[in-house]
């Protein structure tokens, strides 16, 4: 299934629907300060763009075959490829001065290779996820020249890292006529992420980022793939997104703790319930009856997976309904559950949420991602944004020494090849 990516017919990002044409315009720009405008006769740049994603109901569900309501933003990440006359892969970016240039040969014909634990993993990740997929491998003589950019914040729990890879793979797909499905590069997303970068991420964010549409939320059953778009009047209600600013190193050993406990939790409580295949399907009365069974923290968090999961269903059905309000406290719901079962929650993001709950304007709130630092996402009436982006800044000013910064999404029109 050829949606955007397909590498004979991309489908372009036109400029009237993402408002990133003069962003395009100046990344090219610096793609040409950065490697040149000498391609060697080997070929034109092309660029692509991945948006992020919040997420709005179904925390840590994905990795535990529950339902997730995220969204993709037009915020995302900017990719321009030019072709090499040699093997060579070069990779650079514009947040930071380090870049790499790799052999293509040594990394898909050789022994495989291993991170580095630098920003380009993903990258790699991705290539030999392409590589190993491909009929007789890539052809390594092809080389070619990668310059990430854009406007997401990276590691705000706003998945740029499944940006990063989406964005590869569609760039990746088009250069070597691979002809993957979007869930292809989804797929070699997730590849990159769990077995080469070694982040242990459930399925919701390249699934985000890569079935993306204005205007929706994207309902994705986690168990078994399925997926449908549930639509948010644009008319009346806009999603913000308020970053602390605070980024927490430890989020990757946290987060894979998470996963352990769940998978814990589920090998003890599924002897009592046969039926269910994913600590998501668990039912509530088996935890109640056997909580004495797990230790504290793994009871906290089967609770939390268990009652999120009722939620959600409930919130969904909500929102299919138009009932946004009802939508909306579920997300404060699902916020107290994150800080008091989950325990991933901070100061500042308790601040924002508690803030907001007092705020008519906003419907719901709650931390977006993983948690440990990074992003509350809201629901606020259409018009509000302004006063609200005041408020919430000031409120926040005067508990905490960083200051937040507030944007608004109505969606994103998604992952592709940007005409040019
Ligand atoms: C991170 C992971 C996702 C998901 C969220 C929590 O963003 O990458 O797979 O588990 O945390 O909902």
Not at 80 to 93: E, F, H, N, W, Y
Not at 210 to 225: E, H, I, N, Q, Y
Not at 375 to 398: K, S
């Amino acid at each position: 299934m050829l949606r955007i990516m397909a590498a004979q017919s991309p489908r372009a990002l036109s400029s009237a629907t993402i408002p990133h044409e003069a962003r395009f315009a100046a990344h090219l720009v610096e793609f040409v300060q950065r490697f040149g405008s000498d391609s060697a006769g080997a070929g034109e740049v092309r660029l692509f763009f991945a948006p992020g994603r919040v997420n709005l109901m179904g925390a840590h569900l994905d990795y535990n075959g529950g339902p997730v309501m995220p969204m993709a933003i037009d915020r995302g990440t900017f990719l321009a490829l030019r072709p090499r006359s040699d093997g060579q892969m070069r990779i650079a970016t514009s947040f930071e001065e380090t870049e790499a240039l790799l052999d293509l040969d040594d990394l898909c014909g050789g022994a495989a290779p291993l991170a580095e634990g630098c920003w380009w993993d993903y990258s790699v990740g991705v290539l030999l996820a392409l590589n190993a997929g491909a009929d007789g491998g890539i052809d390594c003589s092809r080389g070619f020249d990668l310059y990430y950019g854009g406007d997401l914040p990276i590691g705000a729990g706003l998945s740029s890292s499944a940006s990063v890879s989406l964005v590869t793979g569609a760039a990746l797909n088009a250069h070597f006529g691979l002809g993957l499905s979007v869930e292809d590069a989804i797929d070699a997303a997730l590849w990159a992420e769990r077995n080469f970068v070694g982040v242990m991420c459930g399925i919701m964010d390249p699934f985000a980022v890569g079935f993306a549409k204005p205007g929706s939320v994207l309902l994705l059953d986690c168990r078994d793939r399925s997926w449908e778009h549930v639509e948010i009047d644009a008319d009346k209600y806009i999603v913000g997104i308020i970053d602390t600013m605070v980024r927490r190193e430890l989020a990757k050993g946290e987060f894979n703790l998470r996963v352990a406990q769940c998978a814990e939790a589920f090998s003890v409580l599924s002897k009592h319930a046969p039926d269910a295949a994913f600590l998501s399907e668990v039912p509530l009365e088996v935890l109640c009856d056997h909580e004495a069974d797990l230790q504290a923290d793994v009871a906290k968090r089967a609770r939390h997976v268990i009652e999120e999961t009722l939620r959600t269903y409930e919130a969904r059905d909500a929102l299919k309904l138009g009932d946004v309000a009802a939508f909306g406290c579920a997300m404060f719901d699902a916020h107290e559950s994150l800080r008091d079962l989950y325990d991933v929650s901070i100061d500042e993001l308790n601040t924002i949420v508690e803030f907001a709950r007092s705020q008519e304007s906003v419907l719901g709130a709650r931390l977006t991602g993983a948690g440990f630092g990074g992003c509350v996402a809201v629901i606020l009436r259409a018009g509000a944004e302004e006063p609200f982006r005041e408020a919430v800044t000031a409120a926040y000013a005067a508990k905490h020494k960083n200051e937040p910064r507030v944007a608004f999404y109505r969606g994103s029109p998604g992952l592709g090849e940007v005409a040019l």
